[in-house]
Each structure stands twice: as C-alpha cells, then as structure tokens.
Antibody, heavy 122, light 103 residues
Framework: EVQLVQSGAEVIKPGESLKISCQASGYSFTSYWIGWVRQMPGKGLEWMGIIYPGDSDAIYSPSFQGQVTISADRSSRTAYLQWSSLKASDTAIYYC???????????????WGQGTLVTVSS | EIVMTQSPATLSVSPGERATLSCRASQNVNDNLAWYQQKPGQSPRLLIYGASTRATDIPARFSGSGSGTEFTLTISSLQSEDFAVYYCQHYSTFGQGTKLEIK
C-alpha cells in the first residue's frame, strides 16, 4: 500500500528556519517524483516544486524558487521541504504528493500525504 | 505559463441532480488534465487523469471529458459525500477550484 506520512504541525516564529518531512512507503521511492503543494487558509492549491529522489533533481515553481528548498534522502525514503527564514505569509498547510507520469505525457499526483500545518506567528 | 481557469467558482446543486464543472486552459494541453476532490479537513483525492480516465476506486458517476483547452467534470447523480471543492490540474498549474454546495 502506497503511503506518504508527513511530519506534525509546527508553530514557528517569523525569521526562524524549518524543515518538514514526508516519508514514503509501499513503492519504489527512487522511481517517482514527489511534489509539494501549498494551501493557504481558505485558499486553493499551489504547486511549489518537485524532486526526483533517484538523482535528487528538483524543479521549482517560479513563485517559490529561492524561497524554499526541496530535498530527499534515499536511505530513509523521505522528502523534505525547508525554509531558512519564515514569514507570517508562509502560514499554510503543506502537502506532499507522489507524481505519476505516463508515456502519453499524462502527469498527475496519485497519492497525497495528510498535510502539515505550518503556523508562523510571533 | 499555462493558466487554468475553472467555472463557476461556486455551484449549487440538489442531491440526485447532475453537476457539470468546467476547466479551461490558456493553451492547448491535449488530454493532460487531472481532476481532484477536496473535502474540508482532508487532503485532495485524485478523481480523473488523462482528462477522462477514472482513478482507482472512483465511482462511475464521476466522468471527465474534453481535450485541448476545454474540459468538463460531470457528476451524474450527486450524493451527499460529493459536496466538496474540485480542482483541475495541468502539470504545475492548478485551477482555482469550484466549490460544489448543496442547493
């Protein structure tokens, strides 16, 4: 059974750093891209970026390039999303999701983590 | 950058009736279009990929159609559990969502 289990909720002060995680199980971790999606309070889904754990190649949305870092550890089957200096506007739920790609160029997220709520407040 | 536009923003439909949700791409995306359902407090769930292929365990009342720039998600007979927010997606772009509410 494919599962993505994310780390727990965080309350962080502005300016602090943070790294949240997404541990994968039930499939070949190095064979699928994993993405991160932001959902701000009461808002829609925003694609942040993806990483291919097989070679750690990462692609970022222009909106998030330079604002976050996506990484992966093959030994622990875990993907990470990190910030060096959080702002109040980073308050959101962050989801990880496995991306499925087909030769027909179809591409979509087929399995999702449960989400990690990050609250940035002084 | 391709922009995905969903309409309407909110759709009010009675249980048992048909719901039709639209998604428009700013450029041709062929059939590379997915639909997701999100209920309050839950993660999104994949419904449709390749514009018209139902994902595993998705009931047959959900169907997707379209190609190029115009896409439709149809729910043939609404059940209580179908009232949620629906998103379309092409690669790195999500639509803004359609909230399906009980009339």
């Amino acid at each position: 059974e494919v599962q993505l289990v994310q780390s727990g909720a965080e309350v962080i002060k502005p300016g602090e750093s943070l790294k949240i995680s997404c541990q994968a199980s039930g499939y070949s971790f190095t064979s699928y891209w994993i993405g991160w999606v932001r959902q701000m309070p009461g808002k829609g889904l925003e694609w942040m970026g993806i990483i291919y754990p097989g070679d750690s190649d990462a692609i970022y949305s222009p909106s998030f390039q330079g604002q976050v870092t996506i990484s992966a550890d093959r030994s622990s089957r875990t993907a990470y999303l990190q910030w060096s200096s959080l702002k109040a506007s980073d308050t959101a739920i962050y989801y990880c999701a496995r991306r499925r790609d087909w030769v027909q160029s179809w591409s979509y997220f087929d399995y999702w983590g449960q989400g990690t709520l990050v609250t940035v407040s002084s | 950058e391709i922009v995905m536009t969903q309409s309407p923003a909110t759709l009010s439909v009675s249980p048992g009736e048909r719901a039709t949700l639209s998604c428009r791409a700013s450029q041709n995306v062929n059939d590379n279009l997915a639909w997701y359902q999100q209920k309050p407090g839950q993660s999104p769930r994949l419904l449709i990929y390749g514009a018209s292929t139902r994902a595993t365990d998705i009931p047959a009342r959900f169907s997707g159609s379209g190609s190029g720039t115009e896409f439709t998600l149809t729910i043939s007979s609404l059940q209580s559990e179908d009232f949620a927010v629906y998103y379309c997606q092409h690669y790195s772009t999500f639509g803004q969502g359609t909230k399906l509410e009980i009339k």
